[in-house]
């Protein structure tokens, strides 16, 4: 009889012992449907030794495996990926194993998906919901599910319209082949240092060996460009190639600018996928069929058969580091998966994180820099607007000698761009009257307005609510004011005093698909677009060579909070914002609206001094022991109930670990102390790099007696500190 330990795709449970059934295979790897309880489950075979034994059971006792999924076994060196992820950051090895096998591995990708697409006939019978849905359907197709979440309707709405004749099926297969990209397809005219760089690059996917390469650049130096030659050489030698995005938007510009480089689209992979989409690219991935991968961080874990280069792009993005769920850093993560499958990783980035660069220091990165412009192209010269001497007029946020700056540019028709990192119209309603604040009824936050949408809305748990005539506390009419404002607000503002220029309002608001992205990419290449108002999401990866002013609206905004790197942060976003400024022919000018412009982050800005702005961080660091330097872990404990999260951090508080070098702050209220309807409190480790934070939280939450009522969250060198 032939035993398989399977480690099943929950986080409940580690791994369980099965019986093969006569005449099947079940090889380490192999992915399999095991029955739980009365359940059906994935997993996949396991070796006895990983996680140790569990309860022993009879060969008489042991249920058969349901099924060996026939697609090819997770790798033995991603498997010891999924046990390095859940061993370091503390998480179930069976929450890693569903980013390796997710739904779509289980699904038959011969057996075509039914979805459905408008018909351009409408229904005998219109109501309001039909036709507020058909518009929003427009040209998509999806399965019905997929549709009514597009349309924000309900299935039977769906259904209701096929019925009707306005939608109609179609079979859409998920195996069809994608098309092979081609290496020689246009290969770019590179500059003497791109060249080098690129050649450096080249060599290291031909020794096919693990090692971490930084592609330092400065934005407009042609970093993408650089990198796609690493990756055409992994192609050449029939490997697969996997690029790291920071953001989903970001994906559908890189598809075209791969698309023009290689001939056809790589295959995408993010949450915004099609289940058609999903399976066809998880099973071409599985096959090594799918050559180049562009994708969020989810893409990081999927099997490929022949992985011969990993890129992160953008890889200072603090948005590789997934907040919930496995807590992981998708550029830590991406450079394991380099060392257990001996292949190269490179980290691409205009403003490189003070930890990767910590890591060129100590002789572990290798640092490949591209010190100017492509084409001749010259930075953009910055300059602060002190607000205290130059600041807006009443009730408004543009300062003069920005207004005259966005005044110049419009007769030349020259693009503009306005960036704060604020979505919505004001982040606080107030009432004038009694003082009280709109909050969130399940998070400590303020509800934050979004007049395009006439809502207030939460950005933590997003709950919104109509704006209230009356004021909630002291019922006064007319008494509630907008403070402070967000990206619409600017917008007003520009359309008051430029009513003639053309805008584009730039948030994951309006850009929530990569099709919305594509959208906007066209029209502001096409001149449809004079000022761009926008959040973070348009500080990186666009190229728009007409655009010649960078305002930024409020530099000091990422600097409040405590937050260990809020300098860093900041320089990078206002460098990386910037770095759209000029990117052509024409120079390029940035100005940062602040009042604090001796501020050192500040002050470097200016003087483009980024090597003087790095030292000093990072000696502050080191001094502080903070990361790079030293470590921090977080352990939050919520609850729906306030007294139990209090109690179990209580409890948690009084069995602290003592050790050398080990710092614990609190257990105290976490600084978000509510989230979504839960009451959080929080426990903050601070070790020097060497201590085994790891083994001393293990040690710690397994003495305490967990109520079912109370969750832990652990995060491992965390980015975020509420
Ligand atoms: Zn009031
Ligand atoms: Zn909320």
């Known amino acids: 009889m032939t035993r398989a330990r399977v480690l099943l795709l929950t986080a409940a449970l580690g791994p369980l012992d099965y019986r093969v059934p006569q005449g099947t295979e079940a090889p380490l790897g192999s992915v399999v449907v095991a029955p739980l309880g009365p359940r059906r489950m994935g997993g996949a075979v396991w070796e006895d030794a990983s996680f140790g034994a569990p309860d022993p059971v009879g060969d008489n006792r042991l249920r058969n495996l349901y099924e060996v999924v026939p697609v090819p076994p997770v790798p033995a060196p991603l498997r010891r990926l999924v046990e390095w992820t859940s061993d370091y950051y503390l998480a ?127 934005t407009g130096s042609g970093k993408t460009e ?8 992994a192609v050449e030698t029939g490997g697969q190639a996997l690029v790291l995005l920071p953001e989903i938007a970001l994906t559908e510009p890189m598809l075209t600018r791969f698309a023009a480089r290689f001939g056809c689209e790589p295959v995408a992979w993010h949450s915004g996928l099609r289940s058609t989409e999903r399976r066809r690219a998880w099973h071409a991935i599985a096959r090594g069929d799918a050559k180049i991968v562009v994708g969020a961080r989810s893409a990081l874990f999927l099997p490929y058969a022949r992985l011969g280069l990993i890129v992160v792009d953008e890889a200072h993005e603090t948005s590789f580091k997934q907040e919930d769920g496995v807590h992981y850093h998708a550029r830590d993560v991406a450079v394991m998966r380099g060392a257990f499958e001996k292949l190269p990783v490179i980290l691409a980035s205009a403003t490189p994180a003070l930890e990767s ?45 920005l207004v005259d700056a966005l005044g110049d540019r419009l007769p030349k028709g020259e693009q503009s761009l306005l960036f704060l990192n ?46 209230p005539r009356l004021c909630p506390e002291c019922e006064d009419e007319d008494s509630l004011v907008a403070c402070g404002p967000g990206v619409e607000r600017i917008a007003d503002e520009v359309a008051e005093r430029f009513p003639e220029a053309r805008t584009a309002i730039v948030t994951s608001d309006t850009l929530w698909s990569p099709a919305k992205a594509a959208e906007f990419v066209d029209a502001v290449e ?14 990186k990866g666009y190229h728009f ?154 040690d710690w939450v397994g003495r305490i007696d967990w109520p079912a009522k109370a969750r832990l969250a652990i995060d491992i060198d965390p980015y975020s500190f509420v």
């Open 92 to 218: 179930p090895p069976g929450a890693v194993l569903r980013m390796v096998l997710p739904g779509a591995a289980f699904a038959d990708a011969r057996r075509p998906i039914i979805e459905y697409r408008a018909t351009g006939a409408l229904p005998p019978r219109m109501t309001p919901q039909r036709t507020v849905a058909l518009e929003k359907i427009g040209g998509r197709q999806g399965t019905v599910r997929e549709l009514a979440a597009l349309a924000e309707v309900s299935d039977g709405v769906i259904r209701g319209l096929v019925q009707a004749g306005a939608l109609e099926a179609v079979s859409v297969s998920a195996d069809t082949p994608y098309p092979e990209p081609d290496p020689a397809f246009a290969p770019p005219a590179l500059s003497a240092e791109q060249a080098a760089a690129a050649g450096e690059l080249r060599d290291a996917v031909a020794a096919a060996r693990f090692e971490t390469l930084l592609l330092d650049g400065v």
């Open 226 to 233: 650089v990198y796609m030659e690493a990756i055409a050489a």
């Open 545 to 698: 060579p007409n655009l010649t002013l960078v305002g930024v609206v409020d530099a000091d905004l990422g600097l409040d909070g405590g937050d260990l790197r809020a300098s860093e942060r900041t320089f990078q976003q206002i460098a990386q914002v910037a770095g759209r400024a000029g990117r052509g022919v024409k120079p390029g000018e940035v100005l940062i609206q602040t009042r604090v412009p001796d501020a050192p982050v500040m002050a470097a800005l200016v003087a483009n001094d980024r090597e003087g702005f790095y030292a000093a961080e990072a000696a502050a660091r080191r001094q502080a022991g903070a990361p790079p330097y030293g470590r921090f872990a977080a352990l939050v404990i919520s609850s729906e109930e306030m007294e139990v999260a209090r109690g179990v951090a209580q409890r948690l508080g009084e069995k602290a670990p003592v050790a050398d070098g080990l710092a614990i702050y609190g257990p105290a209220p976490a600084p978000l102390a509510m989230l979504r309807g839960r009451h959080r409190f929080r426990l903050l480790l601070h070790a020097p790099r060497s201590f085994d934070l790891q083994g001393a939280i293990r």
């Open 357 to 401: 660069l910590a890591q060129v220091e100590a002789g572990r990165y290798r640092h490949i820099v591209l010190p100017a412009r492509y084409g001749g192209a010259t930075l953009p010269d910055l300059s602060a607007i002190d607000m205290r001497i130059d600041p807006p007029d009443r009730g408004r946020w543009l300062a003069p000698p």
């Open 422 to 467: 604020r979505r919505g119209f004001a982040p606080l309603t107030l009432c004038r009257t009694c003082g009280h604040r709109i909050q969130c009824p399940n998070c400590t936050a303020w509800m934050v307005e979004h007049r395009l949408v006439h809502r207030l809305a939460c950005h933590h748990c997003g709950h919104v609510m109509p704006p």
């Open 526 to 539: 096409g001149g449809l677009v004079d000022i761009i108002i926008g959040t973070q999401l348009v500080t």
